[in-house]
């Protein structure tokens, strides 16, 4: 497992030896189970690798430790905070749209700005678990709306590959070769669309109709910073900036 770790990472057994304080002997030593690192070896070689938390847990699994990390879920007591810290987050975004999301995409929550701009989605794709992957690139979803899918589609599909590649997930996996295989619906892009050049020159926008108007966002993802919790590390919030005066003067005027 350390060894995939670390082919994935594209280091050495000396690079890795070197960072974590250690010999490369050691590192192959380890890697071929002559020698058992220790507890703390094993999370300082996780550190240098960017391991996910849960992969973590794994790594510690294989050598014999008991999981450090623990894996709370979102309803539990403990994590009344957080939540109610979130989702403070995501009212404070309206009315421009942001969502909570794990490491599967399944929307965990939602602003009204969010809820807006899935006005008109098929029903059978807001039935729970919602997945935004899903919302997104489905023929039934926003993806006919969507003035500029082929490029926003072949973004969130390279978004999706790395993430297969990080966090190894069987499930992700399966996710990206449904949404992948779906028909991608004619693109309506249109030269004389207002914010249809380059609006935003150093970032793709996402251009979706919303009762005849297009809207163009950008695109910005936060994630908690040292997590200490396998369901923590996995959050994510999406929120969806105005692009241009007129996308942010349009939300402003739907809501109250």
């Known amino acids: 497992m350390l060894r995939g770790w670390r082919e994935q990472r594209r280091i050495s057994q000396l690079e890795l030896a070197l960072r974590a304080d250690s ?116 023929p039934e979803g926003l993806a006919p709306r969507i003035r500029n899918l082929p490029q926003w589609r072949g973004h969130l599909l390279e978004q999706m590959e790395r993430q297969i590649a990080l966090l190894r997930s069987d499930t992700l996996r399966e996710l990206y070769e449904e949404v992948a295989a779906h028909p991608v619906p004619a693109c309506r892009e249109e030269p004389g669309d207002a914010g249809a050049g380059p609006v935003f020159p150093f970032a793709l926008p996402l251009r979706i109709e919303h009762a005849g108007t297009v809207l163009s966002f950008i695109s910005t993802i936060a994630t908690f910073n040292t997590p200490m919790d396998v369901t923590v590390s996995e959050l994510a919030i999406e929120t969806f900036l105005p692009a241009d005066p007129e996308t942010a003067k349009y939300l402003q005027s739907l809501m109250p």
């Open 23 to 138: 010999s490369a002997r050691h590192i192959s030593f380890i890697e071929t189970g002559r020698s058992r690192p220790s507890e703390e070896m094993i999370l300082r070689l996780a550190e240098h690798l960017d391991v996910p938390v849960r992969e973590r847990n794994a790594l510690l699994l294989a050598a014999g430790y008991a999981p450090h990390y623990a894996q709370t879920p979102l309803d539990d007591p403990s994590m009344s905070s957080l939540r109610e810290g979130m989702e403070r987050l995501l009212q404070a975004y309206d009315p421009y749209p942001a969502l909570m999301v794990d490491a599967t995409y399944t929307v965990l929550a939602a602003n009204r700005g969010m809820e807006m701009l899935l006005e008109g989605v098929a029903g059978h794709l807001l039935a729970p678990p919602v997945n935004a992957m899903r919302l997104t690139l489905h």
